[in-house]
């Protein structure tokens, strides 16, 4: 079941910052997962050790759009749920790789 769980990176300045100071990655995750599940999956799909995962559940927000005439509409957003895991000290995902060959390939280019 590890390789059916969709990890999706979660590409941000914050996320991007913690993996290069703590060798912590960020995804966004299924609700009905666990931690034991999200380490797994991360373990055969990229073939790395995993030490840790920390899950934190954010609520969707409430939105309201101005239909007209006086009137709103009230929506609800997604709520996401998180996993911060880390990695055994070594290990990298090519998750961010990309970025850093942009940087360097500019400096370079310069």
Do not use: C, W
Request: charged letters at 25%; zero cysteines; glycine letters at 10%.
């Amino acid at each position: 079941m590890s390789k059916n769980i969709v990890l999706k990176p979660r590409v941000s300045e914050k996320g991007y910052a913690i993996s290069a100071l703590n060798n912590t990655y960020v995804f966004d995750i299924p609700t009905g997962v666990n931690k034991h599940s999200v380490a797994n999956a991360v373990a055969a799909q990229y073939g790395v050790g995993v030490t840790n995962v920390r899950i934190a559940n954010i609520p969707g927000k409430t939105k309201r759009t101005f239909r007209g005439r006086g009137k709103f509409a009230q929506g609800q957003r997604s709520d996401v749920r998180k996993a911060y895991v880390t990695l055994k000290e070594g290990d990298k995902l090519p998750i961010f790789d990309a970025v850093e060959q942009e940087v360097k390939a500019e400096k370079g280019g310069e």
